[in-house]
């Protein structure tokens, strides 16, 4: 069973951009697909920093993308899950 973890993905990856961690931002994501039944090296993984939404007490938030290697579309419900915030 999985570890219950409080904080999203999207918001983990942010504050390790914060603390200069972004190296590690990678393996974080390719855990966090193994959690989900995912195979990691299906997929290449990118970060774009993008202004934080107005009220969330953050000036910048990294978005995770995801992109198929083998030329598929990605999951949108997987999609949306990497990046949800709360």
Known sequence: MPRLNPFSLQMQITRMFDQGQSFFATTRVQDWLREHNQDPNAYDI???????????????????????????????????EVNRWA
């Open 46 to 80: 990118s970060f774009v920093q993008k202004p934080a939404p107005p009220g969330s007490g953050q000036v910048m938030v990294v978005e995770i993308g995801l992109q198929r290697r083998d030329g598929q579309p990605v999951d949108p419900w997987l999609l949306e």
